[in-house]
């Protein structure tokens, strides 16, 4: 089982970066495909970004494509997402959730394919 904790959201101007991390306890986080979802007021949670087990493989939603990057070091078993350039519109709550599957662009959008989830950190943008 993994626990999850994401950190580092805040209140940022339009343009500007933040950082998020995603924390995980437990030893095999690294056989976790682990993603990056968010949900705005009022709207259904959408996916943002995944990267498979090893880091070798992402997948970015288009809306955040040349603008988010996501990483992870599994000897810290954290995921990071880099986030440039942002709008107003990504202001949302940001999940960190993790699977133990294989990688599959098709599949690691899905939200429902993921098993572990975090709590969220808020991201603001202001115009």
């Known amino acids: 089982q993994v626990q999850v904790v994401e950190s580092g959201g805040g209140l940022v101007q339009a343009g500007g970066s933040l950082r998020l991390s995603c924390a995980a306890s437990?030893?095999?986080?690294?056989?976790?495909?682990t993603g990056w979802f968010r949900q705005a007021p009022g709207k259904e949670r959408e996916f943002v970004t995944a990267i498979s087990q090893r880091g070798l493989n992402q997948y970015y939603a288009d809306s955040v494509k040349g603008r988010f990057t996501i990483s992870r070091d599994n000897a810290k078993n954290t995921v990071y997402l880099e986030m440039n350039s942002l709008k107003p519109e990504d202001t949302a709550v940001y999940y960190c959730a993790a699977r133990p599957k294989y990688w599959s662009i098709a599949e690691c959008s899905d939200a429902s394919g993921y098993d572990y989830w975090g709590q969220g950190t808020q991201v603001t943008v202001s115009s």
């Open positions: 437990g030893r095999t986080f690294s056989s976790y495909v």
